[in-house]
């Protein structure tokens, strides 16, 4: 248990199907961050939430739809997504201007779209 | 921006051999720099990080790295590998904490008898 945990660890879904990631830290972070790693591709980060506002979006396409309703929890919807889609997703908190600068990831959802 | 260049996708090595994985950073700022580990289907685990101070730093599972500011690189060793430390590895850098990581594209560790 690393202290952020992603549900679910895998996930199938059709093109035209709609699902959520979630994400949930206890970690008394106040920052959170999607990434997305793909086979013989760096991590690419996604979006990034800071005290539940969103400062970035990595040009994502809009069939990606974060939300942060609180600093201890983040979701990924996915809706009409793409078989180029198919990866690991990842979700790491961290603090905001101070503390121990620790970034901290989950397991990931393994998404693959059919 | 930040920037991470990991030199080698692959390093291959026997086992109780010393290893040197590569990293070269490009920033206009001042940054933190952090090593990653991740074994297969699971997440990233943090072995090291630099903030600030002495240059040799010390992590998990008997790995450090060595921050070089005129050279602007953060190369991760170690002295005897086992098998167990095959996995991939990652150089990330930050402008601070609040901000998002820049990955390098990992180097593959694979450590053989």
């Known amino acids: 248990e690393t202290g952020v945990t992603q549900t679910p660890r895998h996930l199938v879904m059709g093109m035209t199907n709609k699902k959520s990631l979630k994400c949930e830290q206890h970690?008394?972070?106040?920052?959170m961050y999607w990434y997305k790693q793909s086979a013989k591709k760096p991590l690419e980060l996604m979006f990034v939430?800071?005290?539940?506002?969103?400062?970035e979006n990595n040009s994502v396409p809009s069939r990606f739809s974060p939300e942060c309703p609180n600093s201890s929890h983040l979701f990924l919807h996915l809706h009409t997504l793409q078989p180029e889609d198919s990866a690991l997703y990842l979700c790491?908190?961290?603090?905001?201007?101070?503390?121990?600068?620790?970034?901290?990831f989950g397991s990931g959802t393994r998404l693959t779209v059919v | 921006a930040q920037s991470v260049t990991q030199l080698d996708s692959q390093v291959p090595v026997f086992e109780e051999a010393p290893v040197e994985l590569r990293c070269n950073y490009s920033?206009?700022?001042?940054?933190?720099l952090f090593w990653y580990v991740q074994y297969p289907n699971q997440g990233l685990q943090l072995l090291l990080k630099?903030?600030?101070?002495?240059?040799l730093v010390k992590g998990i599972n008997g790995f450090e790295a060595e921050f070089n500011k005129s050279q602007t690189s953060f190369h991760l060793r170690k002295p005897s590998v086992h098998i167990s430390d095959t996995a991939e590895y990652f150089c990330?850098?930050?402008?601070?904490?609040?901000?998002?990581?820049?990955f390098g594209k990992g180097t593959s560790l694979l450590v053989t008898p």
């Open positions: 990330a850098v930050s402008r601070n904490s609040g901000y998002a990581l820049n």
């Open positions: 630099y903030l600030s101070g002495s240059t």
């Open positions: 970690l008394g972070h106040n920052a």
């Open positions: 920033s206009s700022v001042s940054v933190y």
């Open positions: 939430y800071n005290f539940k506002e969103q400062t």
């Open positions: 790491a908190s961290s603090h905001m201007d101070g503390g121990d600068y620790g970034y901290t």
